[in-house]
């Protein structure tokens, strides 16, 4: 298994560009979430899923679309980057809302100029 | 919503000491914790866990308690190495069952 595959792992974007990050997982996990890491701010959710077909809002959705058309993949789109959006980013899986260790992919860091 | 913070931001030790990491929570109805090991340039680890109906937990060097009535919980690590040395992050589960994130504390270990 290669648990969460996360790529790329640094990427450089101009303020206005879009992007997808790609996220996906090899153990058919229901729940899937992306969080961002700022210093000294911890993680914080964006977006969650907890099937396919399925996509909820985290605590700082704005700026960010995602999508879960198979179980596998749960792509994150930056529509129009903003510097603001400077950070490293996580995927994350869990089996279920019971089982709830999480696995996180390795990050990826974006800095948008 | 669920709300969480943790304290301190940065924890210095002795190697060999302890070191206790506290977190508190807002909403009485969480009822799962984990703390999570974050070494430089990696992802973040699961290294315990705790849910609502037992109040503490250990796993070798490693411990949580929990107060539900105060509402924190609070991670202790014996014996410290410099293996130890990492940015730790505690989190409470909400009724989304999503996890809430501390901001973290940096723990160093002098030698």
Known sequence: NAGVTQTPKFQVLKTGQSMTLQCAQDMNHEYMSWYRQDPGMGLRLIHYSVGAGITDQGEVPNGYNVSRSTTEDFPLRLLSAAPSQTSVYFCASRQGRENTEAFFGQGTRLTVV | ?111
């Open chain 2, 1 to 111: 919503g669920e709300n969480v913070e943790q304290h301190p931001s940065t924890l210095s030790v002795q190697e060999g000491d302890s070191a206790v990491i506290k977190c508190t929570y807002s909403d009485s109805a969480s009822n799962y914790f984990p703390w999570y090991k974050q070494e430089l340039g990696k992802r973040p680890q699961l290294i315990i866990d705790i849910r609502s109906n037992v109040g503490e937990k250990k796993d070798q060097r490693i411990a949580v308690t929990l107060n539900k009535t105060a509402k924190h919980f609070s991670l202790h690590i014996t014996e410290t190495q410099p293996e130890d040395s990492a940015v730790y992050f505690c989190a409470a589960r909400d009724s989304n069952y999503q996890l809430i994130w501390g901001a973290g504390t940096k723990l160093i270990i002098k030698p």
